[in-house]
């Protein structure tokens, strides 16, 4: 996952999981990826840092990827609507797979290595590309 956004901050923060504004939608929800499970929800950005915790909160959380390193995102909950951000590398799909060196499931937790020092560990339900937001293909 080279030329991602490391060097873009999002806002100083020092624990890497406050809130980084929110979008109170407040309305129908019109996003096809949620299925039209959820009439209303509360989403809010969770700026994820490398190395350090990191968790949402009740309500959908989008977890903003940002460098490079290791993460771990605490109480992840698809049906709430959570969603991991990838978007900022700008990369497509197929493009972020294509970095995959390793997936492991254990229990409620999956890990997936991007090479020997990039990875996210999801705790709490195991997303599915559904619940990962990428770049667009051109």
């Known amino acids: 996952m080279s030329g991602g956004p490391g060097s873009k901050?999002?806002?100083?923060?020092?624990?890497?999981?406050?809130?980084?504004?929110s979008n109170d939608?407040?309305?129908?929800?019109?996003?096809d990826n949620l299925g039209g499970q959820y009439k209303y929800y509360h989403q809010r950005n969770v700026d994820t840092r490398p190395d350090q915790p990191c968790h949402g909160d009740q309500g959908a959380d989008n977890f903003i990827f940002q460098g490079m390193g290791n993460w771990k995102i605490?109480?992840?909950?698809?049906?709430?609507?959570d969603r991991l951000d990838?978007?900022?590398?700008?990369l497509a799909r197929d493009e972020i797979?294509?970095?995959?060196?390793?997936?492991?499931?254990?229990?409620?937790?999956?890990?997936?290595?991007?090479?020997?020092?990039?990875?996210?560990?999801v705790v709490g339900q195991t997303p599915?590309?559904?619940?990962?937001?990428?770049?667009q293909p051109l």
């Open 86 to 90: 990838l978007s900022g590398y700008g």
């Open 25 to 31: 939608l407040g309305s129908k929800d019109n996003q």
């Open 97 to 121: 797979a294509s970095y995959v060196t390793n997936v492991t499931i254990q229990a409620d937790t999956l890990i997936v290595n991007f090479g020997d020092n990039v990875s996210i560990t």
């Open 9 to 21: 901050d999002q806002g100083s923060n020092d624990e890497g999981n406050k809130d980084q504004g």
């Open 74 to 81: 605490d109480n992840f909950a698809c049906q709430e609507g």
């Open 128 to 135: 599915t590309w559904d619940h990962v937001i990428c770049a």
